[in-house]
């Protein structure tokens, strides 16, 4: 599968953007997706992730209650949707898929096979 992310840009604090990642070559439906950022100068993070199925989620605390993740089966589109920027969430953001692991290796970078090219997401303060 190829993965495509998009939506990435410069926004104030406090400001929202929802980033896209456009599949192709396979369905979502059959593969866990998830999405990691690499802010300047450090390693990637994980910031949320998203069982095949579309029904069960893990977010990285910190997170949990200004990004939301989602998928749109029909545009085979995987979203991450983020609220009440801050400046450190400046990072490139990485979309990524793996067909089908457990749960709990959802936040593991090295589990997932398929990335797409990273979209950047500036937050100015």
């Known amino acids: 599968v190829q993965l495509q992310a998009s939506g990435g840009g410069l926004v104030q604090a406090g400001g929202s953007l929802r980033l896209s990642c456009a599949a192709s070559g396979g369905t979502l439906s059959g593969y866990s997706m998830a999405w990691f950022r690499q802010p300047p100068g450090k390693g990637r993070e994980f910031v949320v992730g998203?069982?095949?199925?579309?029904?069960?989620?893990k977010y990285a605390a910190a997170l949990k209650d200004r990004f939301t993740i989602s998928r749109d089966i029909t545009k085979n589109t995987l979203y991450l949707q983020m609220n009440s920027l801050k400046a450190e969430d400046t990072a490139v953001y990485y979309c990524?898929?793996?067909?089908?692991?457990?749960?709990?290796?959802?936040?593991?970078?090295?589990?997932?096979?398929?990335w797409g090219q990273g979209t950047q997401v500036t937050v100015s303060s």
């Open positions: 998203m069982q095949w199925t579309g029904g069960t989620t």
């Open positions: 990524a898929a793996r067909s089908r692991i457990i749960y709990l290796m959802l936040g593991e970078p090295s589990v997932y096979n398929y």
